[in-house]
Structures are given as structure tokens and as C-alpha cells.
């Protein structure tokens, strides 16, 4: 069985500073990960993916993951957080038969 | 941008009534899922669907069914609803293990 773990309900940082949410997975062979995004009232988008490809993946609105194996890992950062980043930020871990688990959110707030 | 809808968007309705809540993608996707959500929580599948005529329940039960005669179409039913089903509720399709997810409906039982 897989699983995700989000080591953060809650960051909060400045507008123009880097942003980092942690994600730890666990699965018994090598996973399919993601990271939705939702804004307040609005239905899940999907940030990126790592479908075991390119370790380091890069999505939308300048966010990137790294997929690290021996740390069990799969982070998403962004160098400079922006207001419309604050959301809640939710990362994902697909098992062979397609189906999703979700970890329990990480709510981004970005001060001016 | 992924084409599934949710209707309605908001609703607030009386303790036992029956309520159906809908679901469409225009994608051709086989496989529909649908989530309960409460504020600030993480999702939880309490139904999908692998095509037509199929339909199994989630990880979190639920009183819900659910429904699958067309692709395209995965409605969700409370017979009965109840306060303790006042949530929101996400509907998702897939293909090569991306899902697409909907609006939501946010259902709230008076």
C-alpha cells in the first residue's frame, strides 16, 4: 500500500521569498506522484507530476518537485512566492491500479 | 483545461430530503471517481467507477451511491441527506493515472 505524508499543515511566508512544502512518500515499488493545488472555492489543479522520467520536475506557475528515492521524498518548491500562490497545496501518490492518496494539505499564506 | 463539470456548485437543503449531485466529462475517460472533502481536510474517495456499469466504494464509507450507465455521466445520490453530510464533494476522471477534478459541490444539510 502507498501513502503521503505532509510534514507541514501550515506555511506561511513572504511575497518574493522561496517556498518549500514537504511531502514524504511510501510505496512498495516506484510510484506515480503529484501535486494538486486548490484556491479557496475552487476545484483541484494539477501542478505537476513524476512518473519516473526526470527526477527533477518542473510544473506550472514556475513550481518544481524533486523525486528523491533514498530519502523516500518529493518536495515542491519555488524561489519566489507570489500572493496568488496561497492556496492549499495537496500532494498525491498513485498506485498501480490508478488509484490516488491524498495527503492531508499544506496551507501556503504569502504576506505582502 | 480538463472539461468536467459539477452541478450544482452550492446547495443547501433540509435534514431528509433526497439529493442528486452531478457529474459529467466530456473527455471519454473510463475511469470517474468522487471525493468528500471537509474544510481544510484532506479528500477522501468514497466512490469510482472503471466504466459502465461499474462502481465500487472507497476508502470512506459512505451512505451515497453512486451510478454509471454512460461514460460520460457519474451522479452521486444521498436518499436521505443528513448535517453529518454537509461537506464538499469533488468529482475526478482519469487517464494514465492523472486525475482531472471538477469544482466541487459544497453541500450543506440544515
Known amino acids: 500500500a502507498q501513502s503521503v505524508t505532509q510534514l507541514d499543515s501550515h506555511v506561511s511566508v513572504s511575497e518574493g521569498t522561496p517556498v518549500l512544502l514537504r511531502c514524504n512518500y511510501s510505496s512498495s515499488y516506484s510510484p506515480s506522484l503529484f501535486w494538486y493545488v486548490q484556491h479557496p472555492n475552487k476545484g483541484l489543479q494539477l501542478l505537476l507530476k513524476y512518473t519516473s522520467a526526470a527526477t527533477l520536475v518542473k510544473g506550472i506557475n514556475g513550481f518544481e518537485a524533486e523525486f528523491k528515492k533514498s530519502e523516500t521524498s518529493f518536495h515542491l518548491t519555488k524561489p519566489s512566492a507570489h500572493m496568488s500562490d496561497a492556496a492549499e497545496y495537496f500532494c498525491v501518490v498513485s498506485g498501480l491500479a490508478g488509484d490516488m492518496r491524498f495527503g492531508a494539505g499544506t496551507r501556503l499564506t504569502v504576506k505582502p | 483545461e480538463a472539461d468536467i463539470y459539477q452541478t450544482p456548485r452550492y446547495l443547501v437543503i433540509g435534514t431528509g430530503k433526497k439529493i442528486t449531485l452531478e457529474c459529467s466529462q466530456t473527455?471519454?475517460?473510463?475511469?470517474m471517481y468522487w471525493y468528500q472533502q471537509d474544510p481544510g481536510m484532506e479528500l477522501h474517495l468514497i466512490h469510482y467507477s472503471y466504466g459502465v456499469n461499474s462502481t465500487e466504494k472507497g476508502d470512506l464509507s459512505s451512505e451515497s451511491t453512486v451510478s454509471r450507465i454512460r461514460t460520460e455521466h457519474f451522479p452521486l445520490t444521498l436518499e436521505s441527506a443528513r448535517p453529518s453530510h454537509t461537506s464538499q464533494y469533488l468529482c475526478a476522471s482519469s487517464e494514465f493515472n492523472e486525475q482531472y477534478f471538477g469544482p466541487g459541490t459544497r453541500l450543506t444539510v440544515t
Open positions: 473527455m471519454g475517460h473510463d475511469k
